[in-house]
DNA sequence: CTGCATCCGGCGCGATACTG
DNA sequence: CAGTATCGCGCCGGATGCAG
């Protein structure tokens, strides 16, 4: 492998070897539907489970359930169970969740402002091979 | 929908239906798995469709291909076919595609600075779950 | 060397029904 | 209200073979 790849490997993801890969490793774990719009829902303070839902409401309870065990397996949330009848669930960023959300607002800014250019893109590119 | 979720969804994702969001339609054609890495191969400079097969050995050449054309139409790439024999084809960063490079680093570093938490948050959560 | 077509397995995700 | 179980579909991605 060549000079510029270990330099620039080293860089950006730590590892040469993709199995390794801190990037792909941490972030394969959020980059699901709906993990990141669940952080961000819960980015105002804690919510309940049904809030969360009425908060996403294309979201199955199959989803939403299995989303928020992954992101409390991995530490982004946390799970507060009220005993009371009937039972209340309540959910919250933990500051590694927090930690985490703030690291991706570049990408999210920069996905608003070039959500036009990129679809300028795509139709460009569709028009010039769709009629070859 | 209550209130704090109007300002945060704007605030994050500049729309409330997940259909029209930005974030989403934008970082769904980079979320592929071997599109941010071939990003990064182009990130020092120009490279060969071989140069790229050899950086990443374990990418099928279907889906190398696959992952170029994506990055194309959505013009983070580019392409030039030198007319030699046997034919030669140049893949280059575009300006887009540097700086969205640029905005993807926050959540590499973070990536990279929190993956210990992570791992340790999963086996902290599989633990106790798992002998209950 | 570069790229496309085909087949095929895995899994992300949704729909639905059922439990404490 | 919160969660689990089952089923099925679609798509991503790998393997292989063919073509310019």
Excluded at 1 to 9: C, F, L, N, Q
Excluded at 71 to 76: E, N
Excluded at 108 to 117: G, I, L, M, Y
Aim: net charge neutral; charged share 30%.
């Amino acid at each position: 492998m060549d000079e510029w790849i270990d330099g620039r490997m080293e860089l950006m993801l730590g590892a040469k070897d993709i199995d390794s890969c801190p990037v792909r490793d941490v972030l394969s774990r959020v980059s699901g539907k709906w993990s990141t719009l669940l952080l961000i829902a819960l980015s105002n303070g804690p919510r309940r489970f049904s809030e969360l839902k009425r908060f996403a409401p294309d979201i199955s309870q199959r989803m939403l359930t299995k989303s928020l065990t992954e992101l409390r397996r991995d530490g982004y949330i946390s799970r507060k169970v009220y005993p009371t009848q009937p039972p209340q669930v309540e959910y919250a960023l933990t500051d590694e969740g927090s930690s985490f959300l703030e690291a991706w607002q570049g990408v999210v800014v920069w996905a608003k402002e070039n959500r036009e250019r990129v679809h300028a893109a795509r139709r460009r590119f569709d028009a010039e091979t769709g009629d070859l």
